[in-house]
């Protein structure tokens, strides 16, 4: 029985062999990433680990956390432009920078201060 005389299960440091090769759709990748799903979700999904997920497939990963941004902005844009006067106020100042500006002026301004060196 080979070179283990007492038959019990040796354990190996590293693997032998190739590394196993994923066959990870591009197009799911990019879909699961615009749905906001983490990078440990996503490599569970496909039986890979989330290293292998971020070196490879950075590109993707990336691109559909930009595609979730870009379908929640124009959400938002939709929901403003249909009467939702709240988001179009925060809208209006996230995007274009505008501000809410009051003005003070004083009814009774202060002509002169009067100092007591009495204490």
Request: charged share 30%; with cysteine.
């Amino acid at each position: 029985m080979g070179d283990n005389p007492t038959n019990k299960p040796t354990k190996r440091k590293k693997p032998i062999g190739r590394p196993k090769k994923y066959h990870i759709d591009t197009d799911v990748v990019f879909k699961l990433a615009s749905y906001n799903l983490t990078n440990i979700e996503i490599a569970d999904i496909h039986g890979c680990s989330p290293d292998l997920l971020e070196k490879s497939y950075s590109e993707f990963l990336t691109k559909g956390r930009a595609e979730l941004k870009k379908r929640l902005r124009q959400a938002q844009l939709d929901l403003a432009l249909a009467g939702n006067a709240t988001l179009l106020i925060w809208l209006g100042k996230q995007i274009l920078g505008q501000t809410e500006k009051t003005e003070h002026s004083m009814v009774n301004p202060i002509k002169s201060i009067e100092f007591i060196d009495d204490l």
